[in-house]
């Protein structure tokens, strides 16, 4: 016989995780919307109400016009690579091939370290002259490159890093959908003739959409909250060619010591995330097979 929680404790139980969600996640964004209508204040002068005075310098950025362009580039090149290769890892991993655990723990391994680590692994990787990328260009009689000193490669190479951390991650997702699916409808798909291909195109991907719309948005939000591997590997540069989001308000908020305008900055962030989040929702759920 099921016995109900007692309604004292699963309201303590309900009050906590509302408590710290309420006091790490929703409060710092209300006091960044609110930072976004003053200035900064000095030891000589408090800050003032200035209304959308911050919001007009956002239009008049041009280090933020190519900052977004960045951004957007950025999530463009990382978030189907990363999606199309765990999907593809799931794939290798559950057909039960030799050697799987191995297969799955070398998969896994980049999604464990952490992020100050595997951005020094990627240094000496894309070091020119001495890292690893420059002896393979040797090998096939090519000069060593700049990877992360050149303004068209820099934004490339800080993509690969996270869809090589990234992947890994998104692909136990999708080995669990994966083994989620009934085996007897691919056995129907069998009979009547069809090839694998077509299986995996007309059954296993539409009953994987539900994962896709869960990966796709958590891709979303890491694309635009990077700032460990840009401040370890180019810190932006050169010339702001790999500089994201996070890492200019980082930057504006903590060097230049503009809390007013990194406040401004946030809230664009948050606005501009929320919103593509529930498109992004909307275009994938419009198709979702749940049951």
């Known amino acids: 016989m099921n016995k109900r929680l007692p309604f004292g404790l699963a309201m303590v139980l309900l009050f906590i995780p509302c408590l710290l969600l309420g006091a790490f996640t929703h409060y710092p ?31 008049q950025d041009d280090r933020l016009a190519q900052i977004m362009l960045n951004s957007t580039l950025y999530a463009l090149g990382t978030i189907p690579l990363a999606i199309g290769l765990a999907i593809g ?3 290798l ?3 039960r091939l030799p050697g799987t655990s191995l297969m799955r723990l070398s998969f896994f391994m980049p999604t464990m370290l952490p992020m100050i680590a595997v951005a020094n692994i990627w240094l000496f990787f894309y070091a020119p002259g001495i890292g690893l990328a420059s002896q393979i260009l040797g090998v096939f009689g090519l000069p060593p490159i700049n990877f992360l000193g050149s303004t068209e490669t820099s934004l490339i190479s800080m993509m690969f890093v996270a869809v090589w951390k990234e992947a890994g991650l998104f692909m136990i997702f999708y080995l669990a959908a994966l ?13 009547e003739g ?20 869960f990966v796709a948005v958590n891709a979303l939000i890491n694309a ?19 500089a994201l989001l996070l890492y200019y308000i980082y930057e504006v908020t903590f060097s230049q010591r503009d809390f007013a305008y990194g406040a401004t900055l946030t809230v664009l962030m948050v606005c501009l995330l929320g919103v593509l989040a529930a498109v992004q929702y909307w275009v994938l759920n419009r198709k979702a097979h749940y049951q």
Not at 47 to 56: D, L
Not at 179 to 191: F, G, H, I, S, T
Not at 224 to 242: A, E, K, Q, Y
Request: charged share 15%; proline share 6%; aromatic share 8%.
């Open 194 to 213: 069809a090839s694998a291909t077509r299986i995996f195109f007309n059954i296993v991907l539409p009953l994987l959409r539900p994962t896709t719309i």
């Open 179 to 191: 083994q989620a699916v009934p085996e007897n409808l691919k056995d129907a798909a069998r009979l």
């Open 89 to 91: 890892m799931a794939l």
């Open 93 to 95: 991993v559950n057909a």
């Open 224 to 242: 635009f909250r990077l700032v460990d591997h840009v401040i370890v590997m180019t810190r932006g540069g050169p010339n702001n060619s790999s």
């Open 29 to 59: 964004a209300f006091r960044a919307l609110q930072n976004s209508f003053w200035n900064n204040s000095s030891s000589r002068r408090p800050s003032k109400f200035v209304g959308v005075e911050n919001y007009q310098t956002l239009l």
